[in-house]
């Protein structure tokens, strides 16, 4: 198991348009990618848990990866991430 925590450093934090991003990259992967925030957990895979972790800007995501591809399925996602959820200006 692999395991990083992040930030949320977009404005909007994590909403639908982002959520979707994530749920997108967790779902091209056979491994198993969590996230948590404030101890609630979620699998990436579900775009609802995701949203209702309501992680605000600046907010740490703990994520958690499990499985064959699980070094790429985390590269791939912290990546995301870093790049503001892809709405970075």
């Known amino acids: ?5 992040v ?4 404005p909007l934090g994590l909403h639908a348009r982002a959520c979707a991003k994530i749920v997108g ?16 957990r979620a699998s990436a895979r579900n775009i609802v848990a995701v949203m209702l972790l309501t992680a605000s800007m600046g907010a740490t ?3 958690e990866v499990d499985g064959p591809d699980e070094a790429q399925a ?3 996602i912290a990546a995301l991430f870093h790049d503001g959820l892809g709405e970075r200006s």
């Open 74 to 76: 985390m590269k791939e």
């Open 61 to 63: 995501v703990r994520v």
């Open 1 to 5: 198991m692999l395991v990083r925590v």
């Open 25 to 40: 990259i967790a779902s091209r992967f056979r491994s198993n990618v969590s996230l948590v925030v404030k101890g609630k």
């Open 7 to 10: 930030s949320v450093i977009n």
